[in-house]
């Protein structure tokens, strides 16, 4: 142990002057870059929460679980200003690529995932069904449910996402703020 505390302590091989100056140079550089993209990561936030703020329905998002100010102003940016296909019950799986196809060959009938669907708003429903796992006790009694029926968690998130956004449909189609005993009534652990 004294004999590989010492080998370690013992002065390492060193750079050239002109190799440590490169290098030192590089970091230099990167520090700087690093900090001009914090200041326009922060310009950025800032536009977003005012813009986001500034929108008519961004109460009405953000007392959704889950959804902040950056995933709510993506979700928002997904869905529009409620299209038609999202205005009606079934339009928002549709859209998300929730809602099953079906293929038919010959006498065979499958149920099959869509493949034409807006990817970005998948992903954003996804990571909000992921976020309200831990901001609502009754998305995590959905997902829970479903998960001891055996859906994997992938499929449990894509179950809870979709209950979500249902109530977020719900949400604006009444021009309520989401509550939580109304959404997930205590009876109805499945979503």
């Not at 520090?31 to 329905?57: I, K, S, T, Y």
């Not at 038609?84 to 099953?100: E, M």
């Amino acid at each position: 142990m004294v004999a590989i505390h010492d080998a370690l302590a013992m002065p390492q091989l060193a750079a050239p002057a002109p190799v440590t100056a490169a290098f030192g140079a590089v970091v230099g550089a990167l520090v700087a870059m690093l900090r001009r993209c914090n200041e326009q990561v922060a310009a950025l936030e800032q536009q977003l929460v005012a813009r986001f703020g500034a929108h008519p329905d961004a109460a009405i998002l953000q007392s959704l679980p889950g959804l902040g100010v950056v995933l709510g102003a993506r979700v928002l940016g997904e869905f529009g200003r409620r299209p038609a296909p999202v205005c009606h019950r079934q339009g928002p799986q549709g859209v998300r690529g929730h809602r099953p196809g079906h293929q038919a060959s010959g006498l065979r009938t499958m149920v099959v995932a869509r493949a034409a669907c807006n990817q970005r708003l998948v992903d954003a429903c996804y990571l909000w069904a992921f976020a309200a796992l831990t901001a609502s006790p009754g998305a995590r009694r959905c997902y829970d449910a479903h998960r001891a029926r055996g859906a994997t968690h992938h499929q449990a998130l894509r179950a809870l996402g979709n209950r979500l956004v249902g109530i977020l449909h719900g949400c604006l189609a009444h021009r309520i703020s989401n509550q939580e005993q109304l959404a997930w009534p205590a009876a109805d652990a499945a979503g």
